[in-house]
Nanobody
Framework: QVQLVESGGGLVKAGDSLRLSCATS????????WAWFRQAPGKEREFVAG????????DYADSVKGRFTISKDNWKTIIFLQMNNLKPEDTATYYC??????????????WGQGTQVIVSS
């Protein structure tokens, strides 16, 4: 079974930066991907960024392109989300997830518990 643990959230001001981390353990098979989702109060959970296990195929939501960067460590056991130029609309709980194939829908097989990001004006 795959285990995911997020960390790095916090309270920041608009224009600041944060780096989220997702520590992974266990084994998955196939062309699996890691992804970040976020969910704000009263809204649906939405896709933020994803990376294929090979580290070559990367996808970003239009709302974060040019500001957020998803990456992995050398052993592919930790996934990062570098968030620059944060905006109040980025306020949400951020979740790490794993799926056998890439998807932008929140139908992934494994999820972490989430880490909260609050951006004040």
């Amino acid at each position: 079974q795959v285990q995911l643990v997020e960390s790095g959230g916090g309270l920041v001001k608009a224009g600041d930066s944060l780096r989220l981390s997702c520590a992974t353990s266990g084994t998955v098979y196939g062309n699996y991907v890691w992804a970040w989702f976020r969910q704000a109060p009263g809204k649906e959970r939405e896709f933020v960024a994803g990376v294929n296990w090979r580290g070559i195929e990367i996808d970003y939501a239009d709302s974060v392109k040019g500001r957020f960067t998803i990456s992995k460590d050398n052993w592919k056991t930790i996934i990062f989300l570098q968030m620059n130029n944060l905006k109040p609309e980025d306020t949400a709980t951020y979740y790490c997830a794993v799926r056998a194939d890439f998807s932008r829908k929140p139908d992934y097989d494994f999820w972490g518990q989430g880490t909260q990001v609050i951006v004040s004006s």
